[in-house]
């Protein structure tokens, strides 16, 4: 994350806090999200950019305050704090993977690939408790159902958080590499 002040922290964490919302309400209405073929509940969507972009750029308390700001703008958008909350564990437990990555195998953000893999796995592991909960206990979905998609589903994070981290990987370093004085130490 370099030695930034806070005024520039703060002020990055808002923008991609803002630009969060921006991609939540644009992909929203311009019907742009893409159905998962095989469970088209499902929907990707490039929110979590943003989030992944804050983290590499300002760190992991930035990364927290932009998914959960992300969760606030499902939840006033919509009126759905399920669909809400689980928009922030997803983002929250992508997140919180690739920071331990980056800490237990003390490598740079988005230049260990191992990290990346510990983001995804946390994903799909947290993603997979979280909707054997919610699933039947807030949609109806019967248990034998459920249970027949968490396949479908970790597969679904799978994808989605490997599109999320390459290209808020791709963006980190397309910003960096025009900002002449940046450090990621």
């Known amino acids: 994350m370099g030695k930034q002040n806070r005024t520039a922290i703060l002020t990055g964490t808002a923008i991609m806090a803002a630009l969060v919302i921006v991609f939540d309400y644009s992909l929203k209405y311009s ?7 095989w469970y088209p509940n499902l929907k990707f969507d490039f929110t ?4 992944i972009m804050s983290l590499f750029m300002y760190g992991f308390p930035s990364a927290v305050t932009t998914s959960i700001v992300a969760g606030l703008g499902i939840f006033m958008r919509s009126g759905n704090w399920i669909s809400a909350s689980m928009k922030v ?10 920071h331990l990555g980056e800490s237990v195998l003390k490598a740079r953000f988005g230049t260990n690939y191992r990290a990346w893999a510990l983001g995804i796995t946390s994903r799909v ?3 997979t408790v979280v909707n054997l909960y919610v699933l039947p206990n807030f949609w109806g979905v019967p248990w034998a159902t ?3 998609l968490l396949p479908l589903i970790g597969i679904f994070n799978f994808i989605q958080g490997l599109v999320t981290i390459g290209l808020g990987h791709f963006l980190f370093n397309a910003v960096k590499a025009r900002l002449p004085n940046w450090s990621d130490e």
């Open 31 to 37: 019907g742009l999200k893409i159905p998962f073929p």
């Open 48 to 51: 979590g950019i943003p989030i």
């Open 89 to 98: 564990f997803a983002e929250l437990s992508t997140v919180l993977g690739l």
């Open 125 to 127: 592991l947290i993603m």
């Open 146 to 148: 459920t249970v027949g």
